[in-house]
């Protein structure tokens, strides 16, 4: 149909409108990116002007130092005490104070300079690398030299305990639903782990209940099966934490740096290798012993570490029960996003089974036995005897050492 005469061609105006839309958008897309690219170029660049600004300060009190000193050792009377004491007081100074902005340099550096970022990169890949073989040889000597695996591992259960955890919409990050998941098992503890999507896991217990074994078990198989680019396993002792003086950074990249002098060196932003490994992720803390440390300090430790989390920071924690619920009724708080189990006692079959197969055997005539069959007649057939019942106890929670049926019989009965 023909448009009449001054008229606009409503199909061309059309056409035009959309073309002038798509102008606009092309407009505002090169600017959003070319603005986003300006922020990117100029922030480091401010950062590191700032971080030479914080210089100036202390070498501005060195250089007063220095002078203030050089004009002492000339000055006679009176004057030259003072001016002495004052130039030295400067120069000690100056070291507190130009650490932290030499460390700022050098990290506004990293962020403008991919180089270094590069850098940085590729010496946390070789630390953490080097680090997952020193742990998997000192962990694999640990295990043989306390049996953990001769034949198999003592069997531990464990079963979920909701009353320590997180909601579930916390804990299941991936999804946000608050169904509870089945955390309950038996010694695939890294399968377990495997179904948390926030990645942090408490594993509580009475005292003999395998806690600590399980956790080195769980350090030692994550590292295993681990690809290069999952984080490496660390066992953190947490009686040697003092959450008072220090934070959970300082304390881990601390612990690490002295069990690993590796990790004390510098990396090339200036913080120790340790520090720059725990920042970016490369590490996964077990934290073993939380009733390890002192009464006065569980709850100062919970509301620590509680502080100290990020969105996405994993962890596995261990602890008896009465001392971690004592701390959490103090606090009135949980750990975020925690899922919680409880490692069950054995059962007297269990521990029956598991000394039969892991003692030398014994050929008496047509009879096959073991050294400890005696202790084992004495349960079966006195199940009453107070005596009995103590040995019930005793191997439902045994000890990390492996005392012999002998000295247990005298100890116990």
């Known amino acids: 149909m023909n448009t009449p005469a001054g008229e606009p061609d409503p199909h061309q105006e059309a056409h035009a409108h959309d073309n002038a839309r798509i102008y606009m958008a092309l407009r505002d897309q090169y600017i959003s990116v070319s603005t986003e690219r300006a922020d990117r170029d100029q ?38 005490e003072p001016l002495l004491l004052a130039g030295m007081t400067c120069v000690v100074l100056t070291g507190p104070l130009l650490q932290p902005a030499v460390r700022r ?26 680090l997952a073989h020193e742990l998997g040889v000192q962990w694999d000597r ?17 079963v979920n305990a909701e009353a320590f955890g997180d909601h579930w919409m916390n804990i299941r990050t991936n999804d946000g639903r608050d169904a509870p998941l089945d955390l309950s098992g038996s010694d695939a503890l ?53 959450p008072v003086a220090q934070d959970l950074e300082s304390w881990a990249a601390g612990r690490l740096a002295a069990d690993h002098p590796a990790l004390a060196g510098r990396a ?66 949980v750990l975020p996003a925690t899922a919680a189990v409880r ?44 005596q009995v019942l103590r040995l019930r106890n005793v191997l439902t929670t045994p000890p990390d050492d492996r005392s012999g049926p002998y000295h247990l019989q005298r100890h116990i009965l």
């Open 43 to 80: 922030v480091p660049v401010r950062g590191s002007g700032r971080a030479l600004a914080r210089m100036l300060a202390p070498f501005c009190l060195l250089i007063a130092g220095v002078a203030l000193v050089w004009v002492g050792y000339d000055a006679d009377g009176w004057t030259r």
């Open 105 to 130: 340099w050098r990290q506004a550096r990293l962020w403008r300079s991919p180089e270094l970022a590069r850098r940085l990169d590729r010496q946390l890949e070789g630390a953490a690398e080097q």
């Open 142 to 158: 640990e295990m043989k030299f306390r049996r953990l695996q001769h034949p198999a591992p003592l069997p531990v259960r464990w």
């Open 190 to 242: 890294n399968e377990v782990y495997a179904r948390i999507p926030s990645g942090r896991l408490l594993i509580l217990g009475q005292a003999g209940a395998g806690k600590s074994v399980l956790a080195l078990r769980f350090a030692y198989e994550h590292l295993r099966v681990a690809e290069p680019s999952d984080r490496v396993p660390v066992l953190l002792p947490m009686a040697s934490w003092d």
């Open 268 to 333: 090339v932003s200036g913080e120790t290798v340790a520090v720059e490994l725990l920042r970016a992720g490369r590490l996964l803390p077990v934290l073993d012993g939380f009733d390890e440390m002192s009464a006065a300090m569980q709850h100062r430790a919970l509301r620590r570490l509680r502080a100290s989390l990020g969105e996405a920071d994993p962890f596995l924690l261990t602890s008896r029960v009465d001392e971690y619920e004592a701390a959490v009724r103090q606090t009135d708080t």
């Open 343 to 386: 490692v069950e006692p054995l059962s007297v079959q269990e521990s029956v089974d598991y000394l039969r197969r892991t003692t030398r055997k014994l050929i008496v005539g047509r009879t096959v036995a073991t050294k400890w069959d005696p202790v084992f007649t004495r349960l079966r057939e006195h199940p009453r005897d107070l």
